[in-house]
């Protein structure tokens, strides 16, 4: 069982940073697959930004150059450092996790099936 915590999110205005943590307990293992996920109202969620044990990252295209997915392996903490923020990335940002991911060939991508979710914090981005 892990049990993922969101925090971070807040109200800023545009050209801003946030800071988003997510804690992850439970059965973690070393070797991961990691992500943050957003979703606005009224929109599909969309995959963010990946992150896995292995160093590879991967970002939407939308917030490429603008957010940076980071994990601390000695606190367990998964962080997306989010700058410039426009008023398009309001929305309830969620972390996910697979512990159990293999590796090698298998690519930690947004469309992985992660089975650990974190209860999400909302991100609010005004004029």
């Known amino acids: 069982q892990v049990r993922l915590v969101d925090s971070g999110g807040g109200s800023v205005q545009a050209g801003g940073s946030l800071r988003l943590s997510c804690v992850a307990s439970?059965?973690?293992?070393?070797?991961?697959?990691m992500g943050w996920f957003r979703q606005a109202p009224g929109k599909a969620r969309e995959g963010v930004a990946i992150?896995?044990?292995?160093?590879?990252?991967s970002y939407a295209d939308s917030v490429k150059g603008r957010f940076t997915i980071s994990r601390d392996n000695a606190k367990n903490t998964l962080y997306l450092q989010m700058s410039s923020l426009k008023r398009e990335d309001t929305a309830m940002y969620y972390c996910?996790?697979?512990?159990?991911?293999?590796?090698?060939?298998?690519?930690?991508?947004?469309?992985?099936?992660?089975?650990?979710w974190g209860q999400g914090t909302q991100v609010t981005v005004s004029r």
């Open positions: 996910a996790a697979d512990f159990g991911w293999p590796g090698g060939s298998w690519s930690c991508t947004t469309s992985w099936p992660f089975g650990d």
């Open positions: 439970g059965y973690t293992r070393s070797r991961y697959c």
């Open positions: 992150i896995d044990s292995e160093g590879g990252t």
